[in-house]
């Protein structure tokens, strides 16, 4: 199922399996004091002039499209529509129409809620993988069962969950929008949190495209492979040169806290024999 139709279902859509869900027939008003938040909004935060563009459209037109609640002791708990019941509060209503579901375990309701906020395209790119980790974490889902469910291809998960890896001070400018996404990506590929903070600092200095980072990305990797190098034990590089040399080949030796294994590249099944005869013969 694509995202355009998921969305066009409606939220049974992102929930595979739970088109049944009992909910009252039609929608009702209730004050507007009566709701809460949902407890696992994964949007942090609200754009003010997205809001009070909302809110102007509200005094115009009313709400729309009723927000799902669902009980929470006295009050109602959005599942959906959170924006919408922000609006509306800056708008001045005093009632909001609301279709109610039936009361749901704090699993269903904190699944629906990731889902439901990950297919809006204006989701930090910060929020969403973190709602992808919290799929992946609390609900156990693979990057493919996440995928299916919000509608998106697998490696666009992959590549949210890598932003999780980036310093703080990185992911807070993304989550400012100081970087795009694209940006977070790009810079995720180099291993060095201090790479990762001064290249950050340049992309927003002057302002670089994702592609120019992304260039700019492979000069870093260079020097972080040679850094890498270096800091290797001298008796390790020692015995891969005189393997190499052994061997007529490139060796090599990969340690491990315990072990290890040793690499012998060859560039064709020529070479391949020629190694086998040599090493048959030592």
């Given at each position: 199922?694509?995202?355009?139709?998921?969305?066009?279902?409606?939220?049974?859509?992102l929930?595979?399996?739970?088109d049944?869900?009992p909910?009252?027939?039609?929608?009702?008003?209730?004050?507007?004091g009566?709701?809460?938040?949902?407890?696992f909004?994964p949007?942090?935060?609200?754009?003010?002039?997205?809001?009070?563009?909302?809110?102007?459209?509200?005094r115009?037109?009313?709400?729309v499209?009723?927000?799902?609640?669902?009980?929470?002791?006295?009050?109602?708990?959005?599942?959906?529509?959170?924006?919408?019941w922000?609006?509306?509060?800056?708008?001045?209503?005093?009632?909001v129409?609301?279709?109610?579901?039936?009361?749901?375990s704090?699993?269903?309701?904190?699944?629906?809620?990731?889902?439901?906020n990950?297919?809006?395209?204006d989701?930090?790119?910060l929020?969403?993988?973190?709602?992808y980790?919290r799929?992946?974490?609390?609900?156990?889902?693979?990057?493919?069962?996440?995928?299916?469910?919000?509608?998106?291809?697998?490696t666009?998960?992959?590549?949210?969950?890598?932003?999780?890896?980036l310093?703080?001070?990185?992911?807070?400018?993304?989550?400012?929008?100081?970087?795009?996404?694209g940006?977070?990506?790009?810079?995720?590929?180099?291993?060095?949190?201090?790479?990762?903070?001064?290249?950050?600092e340049?992309?927003?200095?002057?302002?670089?495209?994702?592609?120019?980072?992304?260039?700019?990305?492979?000069t870093f990797g260079?020097?972080?492979?040679?850094?890498?190098?270096?800091?290797?034990?001298?008796?390790?590089?020692?015995?891969e040169?005189k393997?190499s040399?052994?061997?007529r080949?490139?060796?090599r030796?990969?340690?491990?806290?315990?072990?290890?294994r040793?690499?012998i590249?060859f560039?064709?099944?020529?070479e391949?024999?020629?190694?086998?005869?040599?090493l048959?013969?030592a």
């Amino acid at each position: 199922m694509t995202q355009k139709q998921a969305l066009g279902r409606g939220l049974s859509a992102l929930l595979p399996g739970r088109d049944e869900v009992p909910r009252e027939t039609g929608a009702r008003e209730v004050e507007i004091g009566h709701l809460v938040p949902n407890r696992f909004q994964p949007r942090r935060d609200f754009s003010e002039a997205g809001l009070a563009e909302l809110a102007a459209s509200i005094r115009e037109q009313g709400i729309v499209q009723p927000i799902v609640v669902t009980p929470r002791g006295e009050k109602l708990e959005i599942v959906a529509g959170e924006r919408r019941w922000r609006a509306a509060a800056i708008a001045g209503l005093t009632k909001v129409p609301v279709v109610l579901r039936e009361r749901q375990s704090e699993t269903d309701l904190l699944e629906v809620a990731l889902v439901e906020n990950l297919q809006r395209e204006d989701l930090n790119p910060l929020d969403a993988a973190e709602a992808y980790a919290r799929l992946k974490d609390e609900f156990r889902l693979s990057h493919d069962r996440i995928a299916d469910r919000v509608g998106k291809d697998r490696t666009t998960i992959s590549n949210a969950l890598r932003l999780l890896k980036l310093p703080s001070s990185v992911r807070d400018r993304v989550r400012s929008g100081l970087l795009s996404g694209g940006h977070g990506r790009a810079l995720a590929a180099l291993t060095s949190a201090d790479d990762q903070e001064r290249l950050a600092e340049e992309i927003v200095r002057r302002g670089l495209s994702v592609r120019q980072t992304e260039k700019r990305v492979a000069t870093f990797g260079g020097a972080d492979k040679l850094r890498r190098e270096r800091r290797r034990d001298p008796f390790t590089r020692d015995a891969e040169e005189k393997l190499s040399r052994r061997l007529r080949a490139r060796v090599r030796i990969v340690r491990r806290r315990r072990g290890g294994r040793i690499e012998i590249a060859f560039g064709s099944e020529e070479e391949l024999m020629g190694l086998y005869e040599r090493l048959a013969r030592a």
